[in-house]
């Protein structure tokens, strides 16, 4: 059984840092690329970042270049985000899940998540 635990999120201010945790267990996690998701009210979810099975590889949403990196550690069955200069946009629900991907040349893409299930997510306030 899938389970996805995300942690670390709380009220931080703007240009602030958080690191966030997704614990994930109940499949081959070095199989699977990763990615992070997030779900801001009245919005739909959407994808923030993606990480390959192995690390190598990443890529991000427009909206978050430069300021977010996602990372994993294959040992911990663990992938984080690292968020720095935050703004009050960044404002959400954050969530994890394996992630289907393909390549455009060298370019990492993410077609969607691969488990219908997802975890409780985690929230993010970016307020003064």
């Known amino acids: 059984q899938v389970q996805l635990v995300e942690s670390g999120g709380g009220l931080v201010q703007p240009g602030g840092s958080l690191t966030l945790s997704c614990a994930a267990s109940?499949?081959?996690?070095?199989?699977?690329?990763m990615s992070w998701y997030r779900q801001a009210p009245g919005k739909e979810r959407a994808l923030v970042a993606v990480i390959t099975s192995a690390g190598g590889t990443t890529n991000y949403a427009d909206s978050v270049k430069g300021r977010f990196s996602i990372s994993r550690d294959n040992a911990k069955n663990t992938v984080y985000l690292q968020m720095n200069s935050l703004k009050p946009e960044d404002t959400a629900v954050y969530y994890c899940?394996?992630?289907?991907?393909?390549?455009?040349?060298?370019?990492?893409?993410?077609?969607?998540?691969?488990?219908?299930?997802w975890g409780q997510g985690t929230q993010v306030t970016v307020s003064s």
């Open positions: 109940g499949f081959t996690f070095s199989s699977y690329a």
């Open positions: 899940n394996a992630a289907k991907v393909s390549w455009y040349g060298s370019t990492l893409l993410s077609t969607g998540a691969r488990f219908g299930s």
